[in-house]
C-alpha cells in the first residue's frame, strides 16, 4: 500500500470507468438484472442509475474502501429506489449465505480479482440455482499477434492499474466454474487499444 495504490489507483479507476462506451454498455447490459442483486467489485458506483424496476435489492460488494466511500459520496445508492448495502471483502471468499441471490452482476472487475476462479465459485456458490450471471469484460484476444503484447505488457500493466490483468480467457474461467453460458457477444470496442479492449458480453447460469 502506499499513496499510488491508496489515492492514485482508486481515482483512475473511477475516472476511467466513466468513459462514453462504458456508459453506453452499462445501459444496455445492466438492466437485465432482476430481484436480489450482487454487484461484484462496484467500485464507485456506476451502474447503480441504470439498474431496472426489477431490482429489489443490490448489495455492493468490493475490497477497496476509497471507491466504496466514492459511490457513498456519490450519492448514487441514495438515489436509487431500491435498497442499496455496500460491503468491504473480496469475491474470493465471500460473507453471504448459499444460493442468495437471483443475479451477480460483474462489469470490468473479473480482470482485478487475484483469483477470478476462486472468485467465480463463490459466485456460483451464492447465486440460486436459476439465477443468472450477467458479465461485461474485457480479456484474451483470439488475435495471436494482439495475444502476444497483452502478454508481454500484462506485468507492467497490472502493477500501474493496481490488479489488472488483460490476458485472462474471461468465457472459460466462467465455464470451468460450472456455469453454462446462454448468450455470449466477444469483440473489440470501437475505440482504444486492441490489447485492452477485446470484450466479453454475456449470461451464464449455474450448470
Ligand atoms: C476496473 S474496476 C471496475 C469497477 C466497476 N465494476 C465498474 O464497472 O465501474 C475493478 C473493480 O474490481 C474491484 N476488485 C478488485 N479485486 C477484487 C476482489 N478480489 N473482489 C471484488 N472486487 C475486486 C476493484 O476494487 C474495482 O472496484
Redesign the pocket.
Known amino acids: 500500500m502506499g499513496v499510488y495504490a491508496d489515492y492514485v489507483v482508486?481515482r483512475l479507476?473511477?475516472f476511467?470507468?466513466?468513459s462514453k462506451e462504458?456508459t453506453r454498455i452499462?445501459r444496455t447490459v445492466v438492466p437485465a438484472a432482476r430481484g436480489r442483486v450482487l454487484?461484484?467489485?462496484?467500485?464507485?458506483?456506476?451502474?447503480l442509475p441504470f439498474y431496472g424496476e426489477d431490482v429489489s435489492a443490490v448489495i455492493g460488494?468490493?475490497?477497496?474502501r476509497q471507491?466504496l466511500a466514492m459511490t457513498e459520496r456519490s450519492g448514487r445508492g441514495d438515489a436509487a429506489p431500491f435498497a442499496v448495502d455496500l460491503t468491504y471483502?473480496?469475491?474470493?471468499d465471500m460473507p453471504f449465505e448459499d444460493r442468495s441471490f437471483d443475479t451477480v452482476l460483474?462489469?470490468?472487475?473479473l480482470?482485478?480479482?487475484?483469483?477470478a476462479g476462486r472468485?467465480l465459485a463463490e459466485i456460483r456458490r451464492v447465486l440460486r440455482p436459476d439465477g443468472a450471471l450477467i458479465f461485461?469484460e474485457h480479456g484474451r484476444s483470439p488475435d495471436l499477434g494482439v495475444r502476444r503484447w497483452q502478454e508481454r505488457i500484462n506485468p507492467i500493466w497490472t502493477t500501474l492499474?493496481?490488479?489488472?490483468n488483460l490476458n485472462r480467457d474471461i468465457a472459460a474461467l466462467i465455464r470451468d466454474a460450472g456455469f453454462a453460458i446462454d448468450r455470449l457477444e466477444v469483440g473489440y470496442l470501437v475505440k482504444g487499444p486492441k490489447i485492452a479492449t477485446y470484450h466479453y458480453e454475456g449470461r451464464a447460469r449455474p450448470a
Open positions: 482508486p479507476i473511477a476511467s470507468m466513466r462504458a452499462r454487484e461484484i467489485g462496484i467500485g464507485s458506483g456506476l451502474n460488494l468490493d475490497p477497496s471507491l471483502g473480496s469475491a474470493e460483474t462489469t470490468w472487475t480482470c482485478s480479482i487475484a483469483e472468485a461485461v492499474s493496481g490488479g489488472c
